[in-house]
């Protein structure tokens, strides 16, 4: 492994959940339950999977057969079952860690030692064993890694010429800044592409004559890797057990979005030269204003990985959903003894949809508006985003134009629904009670329950949970629906905006708890789409559509 730049190894499923196992085997074990009554269950449960994996993936790799089995395949498989005999190698570790430390003593007694002794060599046998479709997938790799000089030039290539594509057209069309602030942005982004040139053959000369060792490295320990702060490179590096490789860049014009704990980075990712969002944690910084405890600090951390670990799982849930953001991968890291989650999303040229709607709302920008075309296709693509969302039993709960995610050239432009970090399951009670909501785009009902926030806890809990449905993100959808089809905002956000103020949430909320059926501006019955935000937007949550039900409308909308 290379010296350069700090390095963290990914982690386990299994090591991310240590502490828990080490607990439930500690507990059988001061029960009296012997690791040789514990390891039969293993054995049913997950050893004989893994033999049968084994040995259907030696048949396809047979000289026979090797041509009829797609490698792609073979090297998910390969990967999967790699992974569980890594597994449960680290579980028979924790069990003989656990086991040492309840009996006071290094030495196990001779019986349990054997069977643990057996599974552990069965477990390195199989291991061996795969050694045929390691070497197959080696050679894979190698032929993909083959031209990935010329794969970096030609995403270095695209990177420049559609940041500037959509910098020229935002800069002279849209914000009417005039030509010479366009050729200032221009110069330095001209600055920043020709850098990244003239690195690129460094990044080559570091990465590429260690490819084989890291391919085989991830693939024998099925973790990938993180190398922070290369030295002399402009960029991180993030090699996955899939055989990817993200140059991540964290400097000026790739920073796509901050948030308090996590940051949007623009990467590539070799062989493939495709453009991805890389999202990973904001390192926090000891200071000297936190009168927290290290506990309490510990903690605080331990909850931020918790939550974006939620959001991942939700996003591996909704994985290839038109109208959902996609996720990658995710890994986890340990880093400064704090888990730290990283995901890879795929990346949206387009921005979000408020970057489409302020031009033609405030400046009133004609030429910024979207397309009926591409207006409907966006209609279609959230409400089957937002159908798949509250099907999955999830409320996203801040749903609003900078939370869509655009893409207008691929496939004819889509639209997704993204940033999770607020959502939760209904029947997650906890959370939905413990995480908050944006007021301007909250449904009335949830401004009714904040009238009276001096009424005791358990009521407004009580009363939050009672609201807490599918319907709260149907009417915050309607509400970025009426942005786009209107090319205006509702009247207490527009007053925001055309006061440059902010409208405290203990006035806002009398003002949506009172909106009455039918309060619409007249003018927008004119649109096609006006029975679509009627129902959507009905301040009656019992008469509000479900995201179905909008789907359904929407087919019957013109034009």
């Known amino acids: 492994m290379p010296p350069e730049g700090q390095i963290y190894f990914e982690l386990l499923q299994i090591e991310i959940n240590a502490a828990h196992i080490r607990h439930v085997l500690k507990s059988q074990l001061k029960k009296g339950i012997s690791p040789s009554q514990i390891i039969p269950a293993i054995e049913k449960d997950s050893l004989q999977k893994i033999r049968n994996s084994v040995s259907a993936l030696l048949l396809t790799i047979q000289p026979s057969k090797v041509l009829k089995k797609d490698l792609n395949e073979l090297e998910a498989e390969y990967i999967k079952v790699r992974s569980a005999i890594n597994e449960t ?101 001209t600055r920043f592409f020709n850098n990244l040139r003239a690195h690129s053959d460094k990044i ?98 331990a909850k931020q990985f918790d939550d974006m670990w939620l959001e991942a799982n939700m996003l591996m849930k909704l994985k290839n959903t038109k109208g959902i953001v996609e996720m990658d991968e995710r890994m986890v890291f340990e880093i400064d003894g704090e888990k730290n989650l990283f995901l890879t999303e795929e990346y949206y040229w387009d921005g979000t949809l408020w970057d489409y709607l302020k031009y033609p709302i405030y400046n009133k920008i004609e030429s910024a508006k979207l397309s009926k075309k591409k207006q409907r296709k966006i209609l279609f693509d959230l409400l089957t985003g937002l159908a798949a969302i509250n099907k999955n039993q999830i409320v996203h709960r801040d749903i609003k134009p900078d939370n869509i995610l655009m893409d207008l050239k691929k496939s004819g432009g889509r639209a997704v629904i993204a940033d999770f970090h607020l959502s939760a399951y209904l029947h997650d009670k906890d959370r939905i009670l413990n995480s908050g ?85 007249e003018h927008l019955k004119s649109s096609p789409y006006f029975p679509l935000l009627e129902k959507m937007l009905e301040p009656d949550p019992q008469d509000r559509c479900t995201a179905i039900e909008a789907l359904q409308i929407l087919n019957k909308c013109g034009p």
């Open 204 to 301: 080559l000369s570091f990465i590429q004559p260690k490819l084989p060792e890291w391919n085989e490295m991830v693939l024998s320990s099925t973790k990938g890797f993180f190398i922070e702060a290369v030295p002399d490179l402009p960029c991180s590096i993030l090699f996955t057990v899939q055989g990817k490789c993200y140059l991540i860049f964290e400097n000026v014009g790739h920073f796509l979005g901050v948030g308090v704990y996590k940051v949007v980075l623009r990467s590539i990712c070799l062989p493939q030269g495709a453009i991805r969002a890389l999202i990973k944690p904001i390192k926090a910084i000891a200071s000297s204003d936190d009168k927290n405890s290290p506990e309490v600090q510990r903690a605080k951390k």
């Open 437 to 521: 909501f944006l007021p301007e785009w909250a449904a009335p009902e949830c401004a009714k329950i904040h009238l009276h926030p001096d009424r005791p806890k358990d009521e407004l809990s009580n009363d939050y949970l009672s609201i807490t449905s599918d319907k709260l993100d149907i009417w915050s959808m309607g509400l970025v629906f009426y942005a786009l089809i209107a090319y205006e905002l509702p009247f207490w956000v527009q007053r925001e905006a055309e006061q440059n103020i902010t409208i405290e949430a203990e006035e806002l909320f009398p003002i949506l708890a009172h909106l009455k059926k039918g309060w619409l501006p």
């Open 89 to 189: 190698l680290k579980w028979l570790e924790y069990l003989i860690a656990v086991y040492r430390q309840v009996l006071s003593t290094d030495t196990l007694p001779e019986g349990e030692s054997n069977v643990i002794h057996n599974l552990e060599a069965e477990l390195f046998e199989l291991q061996k064993k795969l050694d045929p479709a390691l070497k197959a997938v080696l050679k894979k790799r190698a032929e993909e890694n083959r031209d990935i000089g010329g794969i970096l030039q030609r995403a270095i290539n695209h990177m420049e010429k559609e940041t500037f594509v959509r910098t020229k057209k935002i800069v002279l069309k849209y914000e009417k800044s005039g030509k010479e602030k366009y050729d200032l942005i221009q110069s330095t982004f």
